[in-house]
């Protein structure tokens, strides 16, 4: 018996050690559904320019995360707004940024629908880890981070009056 609960006992340490020292990425979100008041999950993307940027480099400014994908009807529909955020708020503190997602290889078709746009906006390469990290299940999603890096807003579904809402928020918090 006294054998018994040795072996049950060290079987039980060694579950927990093997679970507390997983190969887990530390970088990938493992929180619980996202929601308003959270950390924003910081990122390591590419952008069109061949610059690499992380959420990180956006501290102390408000940073307004568009995830969309070029099969994304609603998502392009919306583009004018985001555009017309940036150029209101860009000189106030506020990043807009294009967030390519759940759209592997589309990069350069991404980049040349913002180019003909007139799109001034920085656009963002997503990634299995950017999906998982933010949730995405649906287009659009829309992720605003205030100055410390919290969520303040965040739909995951096309919204008539985001623009207004993602205003007041930029308001409230720049």
Do not use: R
């Amino acid at each position: 018996m006294k054998k018994s609960i040795i072996y049950l006992m060290s079987v039980c340490f060694l579950v927990f050690i093997l679970s507390a020292f997983s190969s887990k990425s530390d970088s990938v979100y493992d929180h619980g559904p996202l929601k308003i008041g959270d950390y924003a999950p910081n990122f390591i993307l590419e952008g069109s320019d061949g610059k690499t940027y992380q959420l990180s480099d956006f501290k102390g400014k408000i940073v307004v995360l568009d995830f969309w994908a070029m099969w994304c009807a609603p998502c392009k529909k919306k583009m004018p707004k985001i555009q017309k955020l940036h150029e209101t708020y860009s000189d106030m503190g506020v990043a807009v940024l294009g967030m390519l997602a759940m759209n592997k290889g589309a990069e350069e078709k991404a980049k040349t629908y913002f180019a003909e746009n007139e799109y001034s906006f920085k656009l963002l390469y997503g990634n299995d880890e950017l999906t998982k990290n933010y949730e995405l299940k649906f287009l659009p999603t829309v992720v605003v981070v205030d100055k410390e890096g919290k969520i303040v807003y965040l739909t995951t579904k096309p919204n008539p009056n985001e623009f207004e809402d993602i205003t007041a928020i930029v308001e409230k918090y720049k």
